[in-house]
Structures are given as structure tokens and as C-alpha cells.
């Protein structure tokens, strides 16, 4: 079974290096109008960095689905 995360961009970082490696922190999106689902994933974050410079830039503030399933 999967799990299916609302999350919320809530910042971002990008390599002074080479400015092509950004990093991501989410965390789950709560309140009334979510409810439904939050409920069973009530709390969490995410970080991970994209090195791929073609990869879609997330908006800051935007929220995301991430599912999470076994390999």
C-alpha cells in the first residue's frame, strides 16, 4: 500500500557552486480544509536535492502530492 503526503514548499537552496544543485524542504500542509487525509499523515518533512538542471523548479509556497511506495 502507498502512502499519498500533502506537503508545502517551504524553502529552498541553491548551490553557490555552480547554482545548478537545489535543495528542498516540504512539510505536510495541515488545517481544517485538509482534514480528510491528514488525519492519517498528520506530521512530516521532506528534503532532497535535484542536481538534474532540466528538472521542473518547485515554487516556493506551492504544495505537492508525494506518494511513497516500495521499490
Given at each position: 500500500?502507498?502512502?499519498?503526503?500533502?506537503?508545502k514548499?517551504?524553502?529552498?537552496?541553491?548551490s553557490a557552486?555552480?547554482?545548478?544543485n537545489?535543495?528542498?524542504?516540504?512539510?505536510?500542509?495541515?488545517?481544517d480544509?485538509?482534514k480528510?487525509?491528514?488525519?492519517?499523515?498528520?506530521?512530516?518533512?521532506?528534503?532532497f536535492?535535484?542536481?538534474?538542471?532540466?528538472?521542473?523548479e518547485?515554487?516556493?509556497?506551492?504544495?505537492?502530492?508525494?506518494?511513497?511506495?516500495?521499490a
Amino acid at each position: 500500500m502507498a502512502l499519498r503526503l500533502k506537503m508545502k514548499l517551504w524553502t529552498t537552496l541553491q548551490s553557490a557552486a555552480d547554482g545548478k544543485n537545489v535543495s528542498y524542504n516540504l512539510a505536510a500542509v495541515v488545517g481544517d480544509e485538509n482534514k480528510p487525509w491528514s488525519k492519517f499523515t498528520p506530521t512530516g518533512t521532506l528534503h532532497f536535492t535535484v542536481t538534474n538542471p532540466d528538472a521542473e523548479e518547485l515554487k516556493l509556497g506551492g504544495e505537492y502530492f508525494v506518494t511513497i511506495e516500495g521499490a
